[in-house]
């Protein structure tokens, strides 16, 4: 770790993102939500965090409806092929300037979720639009454009930079796919404004991926997505493979540039306690399916899934008055070639009941009208 990492933030956008006048929301036609694809598109959105972070409550910049994911697996060179369903008919969306976060156990499809709503992988079914579009079955040459504005940004963001590449080549390189810039001085600058605008030197433009530590990389990383001004980034455990002590500035870093640019974000990681201060929603997943989706505030405290209770009971909670009893999920999760029938829950669930949770599947719906917290679960409330 260096001393730039350690006490060299970058100053942070510290202005307030600007929320649409009530005039300017009331012209804009609402977006009509299909059928349990979001119910509460025109909510007012949940404060994030400590500060009131706002995301905008106008049509959503990306939906998906009914979305699945299904990989062909093979067992042995003779084995027949099964089908792998990492993603099972998921319905979500996200607003300008909003963060969704997406939790879940190792496995249960998150970064496939992630790949397959910026079609880096090709859905099977499904609709996936963005900012008004249908991009669901567009050809690559159509959907160029719109890729500058989805952008992921990797856990390991050193695999994914070129190491032969200088920081210059790799962020101008962006810029140049996408032409955005009109001569090679404009590039310079812009390059250079990036990078310094993620806290790294001017300098760093002349050095390679391997001359930087961990949280160094990431900077570069979220520069590259950066340089072609994206609406939308996946965010796809950005901070799990850096020291504890540099997530903190990684997280900042996404939240000022979400706030100066208006950036919504898929957050996906498994440090729960990121994803309660990062994230104005949050969807938890469980062998493909989202099994509960709420505003932040109200997952957290009422956790009406065993699944989501489950893994929140292990965030630990510095004060003891407020400790919560842990509950411990019993059994591996089972593979996603063979789900358990009904709800895929039920052979770890304490609540299950015989001859339902195992026969029939629960449908994701809001618990009370308006509360805008949606469970797939037969016995929430016990
Ligand atoms: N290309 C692929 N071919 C076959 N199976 C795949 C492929 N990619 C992912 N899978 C399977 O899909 C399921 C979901 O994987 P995915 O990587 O999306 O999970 P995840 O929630 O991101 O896990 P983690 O938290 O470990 O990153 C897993 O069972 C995985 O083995
Ligand atoms: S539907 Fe049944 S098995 Fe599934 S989480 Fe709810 S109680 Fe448990
Ligand atoms: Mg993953």
């Known amino acids: 770790m260096t001393d730039r990492e ?37 909510v007012e959105p949940e404060p ?62 998150k970064s496939t979720l992630g790949r397959t709503l910026l079609r880096l992988i090709e859905p099977s079914f499904g609709r996936i639009v963005f900012d008004g579009e249908d991009i669901t079955s567009l050809s690559q ?55 310094t605008r993620v806290g790294l030197r001017p300098e760093a433009m002349n050095r390679y991926p391997h001359e930087f530590s961990g949280g160094q990389r990431q900077r570069i990383g979220i520069a590259r997505a950066l340089a072609v001004e994206p609406d939308f980034i996946v965010c796809d455990e950005p901070i799990s493979a850096l020291d504890v002590s540099i997530q903190a ?48 505030k109200s997952l957290y405290e009422r956790r009406y899934h065993p699944y989501t209770r489950a893994l929140l009971s292990a965030i ?6 407020k400790r919560r009893l842990r509950v411990l999920l019993e059994g591996d999760v089972p593979s996603p070639i063979d789900p358990p029938s009904g709800c895929a829950f039920h052979p770890r669930c304490p609540r299950a009941e015989p001859g339902k949770c195992d026969v029939e599947t629960p449908a994701l719906q809001e618990l009370e009208p308006g509360s805008h917290h949606r469970v797939a679960c037969f016995h929430p409330h016990t």
């Open 6 to 42: 350690q006490n060299d933030e970058p100053e942070s956008g510290s202005q307030e993102p600007s929320e649409a006048s009530t005039a300017e929301l009331q012209s804009e036609t609402y977006w009509d939500p299909p059928a349990g694809a979001g119910a509460d598109a025109d």
């Open 141 to 195: 040459s159509r959907l160029r454009p719109l890729r500058r504005r989805m952008q992921i940004i990797f856990q390991d963001p050193y695999s994914s930079l070129n190491p032969r590449m200088t920081v210059r080549a790799i962020v101008g390189e962006a810029l140049q796919i996408h032409k955005l810039a009109s001569s090679r001085s404009e590039e310079e600058a812009k390059v250079e404004a990036l990078i």
């Open 316 to 321: 630990p909670v510095a004060d003891p008055s």
């Open 249 to 296: 500035q990684i997280v900042n870093l996404l939240l000022d540039l979400q706030d100066e640019y208006r950036l919504s974000y898929l957050f996906i990681s498994h440090d729960l306690k990121v994803v309660e201060y990062v994230s104005h929603r949050v969807a938890v997943m469980y062998l493909g399916r989202l099994v509960e989706v709420a505003p932040a």
């Open 48 to 109: 994030r965090g400590e500060v009131a972070r706002t995301a905008d409550k106008r049509r959503p910049l990306v939906q998906v409806e009914r979305l699945s994911k299904v990989f062909p697996v093979k067992k042995g060179l003779f084995g027949r092929t099964r089908l792998l369903r990492a993603v099972d008919n998921v319905s979500l969306y996200v607003r300008h300037a909003e963060t969704l976060g997406l939790v879940g156990e190792s496995g249960c499809g």
